[in-house]
C-alpha cells in the first residue's frame, strides 16, 4: 500500500497567517492527490484535487502544489473558518489511502 | 442539489452483520462511481470499497479479509455495504462518497459526500 505522511501533526496559527502543511507519499502518484478539510462532526469537503486543482466553490486563499511524491496545500491567509483538519489522499493506486491529517488549530 | 444520505448504522454484536445504505438524489445516480470511506472515532479516514457506475467493477480494502460487500441498486438510487463478521475494530462513521463524472477527464477523488452514518460493534 502507498503510505501518505503528513507534516505537521498540529499547526497553530492566527487569522491571517500563511499556512503551509506537506504531505509525502512512499512511492510516486504522479498527480493523482486531493486535499480534504474536516470539521468536527461534519463530513469531509475536497478542496484541491489533481495536486494543484481547485475544487468547486473553494476559496481562492486554498492552493496546492507538487507531483510524485511530496506536495503541499497552502492557505494564503488563514480566516476564522479555516480551523479544521486538513488530510490529503492519492487516487494512483488501490487501495486508496489517506494521510493522517493535520489540525490546524487557533494560536 | 446533490444529496447522498446514509443509514443503517446502529450498535451490533461482534460477529453479527450490518447493511448500510446510501440514497442519492439530486443527480443521475447511474453515471457515478461511489466509495464508502469510514473514519474510527477520533482517527482519520480510511477507504473502505469502491464500486464503478454500472456495478460491473469492485475493489475492497485489503484489511477487510471479504468481509464487506459494495453493492448498488440504480433502479432504486441507492447504494449499500454489506458488512459480516464484525469486528470491534469496524467500530466507525461510514459515509458513502461519489467520484465525479469520468468524461474526458476523470479524477477519481470524492466530490460529494454524506453526513455518515455511525455503526458500533460491541456486546
Known amino acids: 500500500d502507498i503510505q501518505m505522511t503528513q507534516s505537521p501533526s498540529t499547526l497553530s496559527a492566527s487569522v491571517g497567517d500563511r499556512v503551509t502543511v506537506t504531505c509525502r507519499a512512499s512511492q510516486s502518484i504522479r498527480s493523482w492527490l486531493a486535499w480534504y478539510q474536516q470539521k468536527p462532526g461534519k463530513a469531509p469537503k475536497v478542496l484541491i484535487y489533481?495536486?494543484?486543482r481547485l475544487g468547486s466553490g473553494v476559496p481562492l486563499r486554498f492552493s496546492g502544489s507538487g507531483s510524485g511524491t511530496e506536495f503541499t496545500l497552502t492557505i494564503s491567509s488563514l480566516q476564522p473558518d479555516d480551523f479544521a483538519t486538513y488530510y490529503c489522499?492519492?487516487?494512483?493506486?488501490?487501495?486508496?489511502?489517506f494521510g493522517q491529517g493535520t489540525k490546524v488549530e487557533i494560536k | 442539489q446533490v444529496q447522498l444520505v446514509e443509514s443503517g448504522g446502529g450498535v451490533v454484536q461482534p460477529g453479527r452483520s450490518l447493511r448500510l445504505s446510501c440514497a442519492a438524489s439530486g443527480f443521475i445516480f447511474s453515471n457515478f462511481a461511489f466509495h464508502w470511506v469510514r473514519q474510527a472515532p477520533g482517527k482519520g479516514l480510511e477507504w473502505v470499497a469502491v464500486?464503478?457506475?454500472?456495478?460491473?467493477?469492485?475493489k475492497y480494502a485489503d484489511s477487510l479479509k471479504g468481509r464487506f460487500t459494495i453493492s448498488r441498486d440504480n433502479s432504486k438510487n441507492t447504494l449499500f455495504l454489506q458488512m459480516n463478521s464484525l469486528r470491534a475494530e469496524d467500530t466507525a462513521v461510514y459515509y458513502c462518497?461519489?467520484?465525479?463524472?469520468?468524461?474526458?477527464?476523470?479524477?477519481?477523488?470524492?466530490?460529494?459526500w454524506g453526513q455518515g452514518t455511525l455503526v458500533t460493534v460491541s456486546s
Open positions: 462518497a461519489r467520484e465525479p463524472y469520468c468524461g474526458d477527464e476523470c479524477f477519481p477523488y470524492f466530490d460529494s
Open positions: 464500486i464503478s457506475h454500472d456495478g460491473s467493477n469492485r
Open positions: 489522499q492519492q487516487y494512483n493506486t488501490f487501495p486508496y489511502t
Open positions: 489533481d495536486a494543484s
